[in-house]
């Protein structure tokens, strides 16, 4: 997979934090606004990023923005 078709998502909470990212981007596959989404490895042992990827470039960049604003958004 290309590396503009992959996402690094920080995660917080490890397992948790990945459930949380899953249903943001299950809601974003159900509203079809992006094709599905594929997980891909840990980027450490402590679990604190993952890379997941996409079927075409624009899906990873809306749901980037889309996630990325709702964690900076929880943490105001």
């Not at 590396?3 to 990945?18: A, H, Y």
């Not at 889309?66 to 958004?73: L, N």
Request: proline share 3%.
């Amino acid at each position: 997979m290309s590396s503009e078709r992959t996402v690094k998502f920080p995660i917080e909470n490890r397992m948790f934090g990945l459930d949380r990212l899953a249903k943001r981007l299950n809601a974003l596959v159900s509203d079809g606004q992006i094709g599905d989404w594929h997980p891909g490895r840990w980027i450490d042992w402590n679990h604190t990023a993952i890379d997941i990827g996409f079927d075409s470039i624009a899906d990873a960049t809306l749901a980037e923005k889309h996630c990325r604003e709702h964690v900076e958004y929880n943490r105001v």
